[in-house]
């Protein structure tokens, strides 16, 4: 099984930009042509939120046009940037997502690995939270099937990362999290997304990660470092289920020079 991850896509409405200089939308139509042409297509892509910039129906309308070039299926979450009711009413065949009032949380079943999907989001607050109720319902659909593979994905990761300026957009409720992740030894990987980068942690017994914006990418830095973004190789994750590992490979977006051969540097197919 090979899933397909895609991040951070903050699209706007047409011909806007994001932070008045990114195209999000450009971008995200490339990531979503090279997910297409890939020699071994994903079963899956999940798309861990921020999903828009501004919530605006306009924004997801435009949102669902680019990810209906998809041809694997995929699967939406919640980011702090987004609007669950507005989510709803721009997919309304995703019944996944739930109905209103509800937390955008929701297990899929129908492949080797199993996903399970939290909603971190905190209305007009940077910073997630998970709280008793969302906590609850992962403990109960863990308890469901304790010996499936499964990875739980979620927008806000739930490390610190030793960014000053990230760490205070952090998510509230992570020890909570790793009371219930460390009753589980078939978590495989927690993934996530809302830092714009590729990193990795330990977290409760598993590995928890973070993906890379199909866009721009959070300033890179430790401590007390500027809390702005670059304009890095936008790029996306695969997570491949080889039966009893999961692999995950950090895809840039961009097409780059290659492959070319180690023993006289002359072009090979690829």
Known sequence: MLIAQISDTHIREPGQLC???????????????????????????IVTGDLVDLATPAEYAHLARLLGALEAPF??????????????????????????GSFVQYAVESFAVRLLVLDTNVPNQSAGRLCEERLAW????LTEQPDRPTVVAMHHPPFATGNTACDRFALAGSDGLARVIANHT?????????????????????????????????????????????LEP?????????????????????????????????????
């Open 19 to 45: 932070c008045g200089r990114v195209d999000t939308a450009t971008f995200l139509a490339k990531a979503v042509a090279k997910l297409n042409s890939l020699p071994r297509r994903p079963d899956v892509v």
């Open 75 to 100: 699967y939406l979450v919640m980011g702090n940037h987004d609007h669950r009711e507005r989510l709803r009413a721009a997919f309304p065949e995703h019944d996944y997502l739930g109905v209103r």
């Open 138 to 141: 992962l403990a109960a659909k």
């Open 186 to 230: 078939n978590i495989h990987a927690i993934v996530s997304g809302h830092l714009h980068r590729a990193t990795q942690a330990r977290f409760a017994g598993t590995l928890a990660m973070t993906c890379p914006s199909t866009a721009h990418q959070l300033h890179f830095g430790l401590g007390d470092s500027p809390f702005g973004f670059d």
């Open 234 to 270: 936008p790029a996306f994750q695969l997570h491949l289920w080889a039966g009893n590992v999961l692999v995950t490979h950090s895809v840039l977006v961009d097409r780059f020079e290659g492959p070319y051969s180690f023993e006289d540097g002359q072009p090979i197919s690829a």
